[in-house]
């Protein structure tokens, strides 16, 4: 699994002829300890951080399409695990990452529109006083 979290992509093993080349220790270790079997894992993503993944394994090598259908199923399933898990917070763990947001936003690398938006009110406080 976590060679698949490492590269956040699907990882079928044994690899088809034109991907011969990329080498998968831990997966190749698991099909030998398993009988020959194919497996592919695929890592569930909420679309920035890796939860988790999913393995399947089978006698028949795995198509493409079938592939690209298990990564599209576990990209939704990342995302349905991240609602959940932000539904679970606390209010005061949700208010803690909103003002933990608030502040990157403010001093972090980007949002240009954020950072004027708060030097405006910053002005304002200061000319009000």
Same mark, same amino acid.
């Given at each position: 699994?976590?060679?698949?979290?490492?590269?956040?992509?699907?990882?079928?093993?044994?690899?088809?002829?034109?991907?011969?080349?990329?080498?998968?220790?831990?997966?190749?270790?698991?099909?030998? $300890?398993?009988?020959?079997?194919?497996?592919? +894992?695929?890592?569930?993503s909420n679309? %920035?951080?890796?939860?988790?993944? !999913? &393995? =399947?394994? $089978?006698?028949?090598?795995?198509?493409?399409? +079938?592939?690209?259908?298990?990564?599209? %199923?576990?990209?939704?399933?990342? !995302? &349905? =695990?991240?609602?959940?898990?932000?539904?679970?917070?606390?209010?005061?763990?949700?208010?803690?990452?909103?003002?933990?947001?608030?502040?990157?936003?403010?001093?972090?690398?980007?949002?240009?529109?954020?950072?004027?938006?708060s030097l405006?009110?910053?002005?304002?406080?200061?000319?009000?006083?």
């Open positions: 699994m976590a060679e698949a979290g490492d590269m956040a992509r699907c990882l079928v093993f044994p690899p088809s002829k034109e991907n011969e080349q990329l080498l998968y220790p831990a997966h190749e270790q698991l099909v030998n $300890r398993h009988g020959g079997k194919t497996i592919c +894992t695929i890592p569930i679309g %920035v951080t890796i939860l988790g993944a !999913l &393995i =399947l394994d $089978r006698e028949l090598p795995f198509a493409e399409e +079938t592939v690209q259908w298990c990564e599209a %199923v576990g990209n939704m399933a990342g !995302l &349905i =695990l991240d609602l959940k898990q932000q539904s679970e917070r606390g209010l005061i763990k949700h208010a803690v990452i909103t003002i933990q947001r608030g502040l990157y936003k403010t001093f972090g690398p980007k949002h240009g529109l954020w950072k004027l938006n405006l009110l910053l002005s304002v406080a200061v000319f009000l006083q």
